[in-house]
């Protein structure tokens, strides 16, 4: 029987797997799998080897003062994925995690073939990492189409598979009455996957509900969390005593909670494809610690957070990043978009046009799972 460990490092990456395991599992029902994973791998049977809130650290200065409890995680992933003995080990996403899991298995066991998911961000900064990864990945899966360039430069085999975010799904309808108790049009918020980032962006978020009811009562707020968030989500709401506001984990229920909404208001991430699919107006915000921010600044030779204004050199997504990140700019960037109807059609319109450019020709998990069925030669 062949075998594939899956190795993410955070909640995106998880869901990210579990969307190519679907497709695997469709064309090879009979892989066995372990993984370093959460809930979406999890609902597909793959064990995880421990909790991935374990790994889950954001920063600079959050890295620095984990460093010890990381590289002990990463000896011990390493000894769990030797001793499993996979015909492939897919790394998804995390590369500071996760590629360097991959590095210490390929010297141990050269046999094991080495597939990372989600090209690290050699374009954002540190483009020097490309040679190194040429000496322990076999495949990279890329989810756009313009970072080809930096791998072919040094050899390195290369798919572009697209993102799997960008897949029309095919949800089962839920009843969401429960939810949707009036006629009230719908706002989203998003405030991050990791706690680390919840906690950030929870409380100016809202502030900028209370700002939102304070001249209107035609919206229902409703926060799209993890499983492992939500509490903390609920808690907070109920101390406020909002009657307009929910929060919801289920991702089914999302997807539709997302499809029903007139806007978003989403940290900066993978979601905001997600978002842009769905063809929903949206800002993005995103907030860190001082310290942290300064690094940024130093590294990242890009202009944007977001990548469909990374790809158009352009703002076409509204972003309040830092400073900007507060409860006023929210709320005045919100309500200038909702006073102009004109000006949310353009952004989805020029989005649209973009995610045409940058999708796959089938889908992502078929493309990447075609890359992974070749090396394990079924």
């Not at 909640?11 to 190519?20: C, E, R, Y």
Request: proline fraction near 3%; include cysteine.
């Amino acid at each position: 029987m062949k075998k594939i460990f899956i190795l993410t490092g955070e909640p995106s990456g998880d869901k990210l797997a579990s969307t190519l395991v679907t497709k695997l599992k469709q064309n090879h029902p009979d892989i066995e799998y372990l993984s370093v994973g959460g809930p979406h791998l999890n609902s597909h049977g793959i064990k995880s080897i421990y909790d991935i809130k374990e790994i889950t650290y954001i920063g600079f200065t959050s890295v620095f003062f984990n460093i010890f409890k990381i590289m002990n995680k990463i000896n011990i992933t390493v000894k769990k994925i030797i001793k499993f003995n996979p015909d492939i080990l897919l790394s998804v996403d995390s590369p500071d995690f996760t590629l360097r899991v991959a590095e210490k298995v390929k010297k141990i066991n050269p046999k094991i073939k080495t597939i990372h998911y989600v090209a690290p961000q050699v374009w954002v900064w540190r483009e020097g990492r490309v040679k190194k990864f040429k000496k322990f990945l076999d495949h990279i899966l890329l989810l756009f189409n313009f970072e080809k360039k930096y791998f072919d430069k040094e050899n390195i085999k290369n798919t572009f598979v697209g993102h799997p975010l960008l897949e029309n799904k095919d949800n089962t309808k839920t009843d969401l009455s429960y939810l949707i108790k009036n006629d009230k049009k719908i706002i989203s918020l998003f405030a991050g996957s990791r706690s680390s980032e919840t906690n950030i962006l929870l409380p100016i978020l809202l502030d900028f509900i209370k700002l939102m009811n304070e001249k209107y009562n035609e919206y229902n707020f409703i926060f799209h969390s993890t499983d492992q968030n939500k509490n903390l989500i609920k808690d907070e709401l109920k101390k406020n005593n909002f009657v307009n506001v929910d929060v919801i984990s289920n991702e089914n229920i999302k997807s539709q909670i997302l499809s029903k909404s007139i806007f978003a208001v989403a940290k900066s991430g993978t979601i905001s494809l997600e978002i842009c699919n769905l063809k929903i107006p949206s800002i993005i915000i995103y907030k860190m610690n001082l310290l942290n921010f300064l690094i940024v600044k130093i590294l990242v030779k890009v202009k944007f957070a977001n990548i469909i204004n990374i790809i158009n050199e352009k703002e076409i997504i509204p972003e309040l990043i830092q400073t900007e990140c507060n409860s006023k700019k929210i709320f005045k960037s919100v309500v200038y978009f909702l006073k102009n109807p004109k000006l949310m059609e353009e952004q989805i319109n020029e989005v649209s046009k973009t995610l045409n450019e940058i999708r796959s020709k089938t889908s992502s998990s078929t493309e990447a799972s075609a890359v992974i069925s070749s090396y394990l030669g079924v």
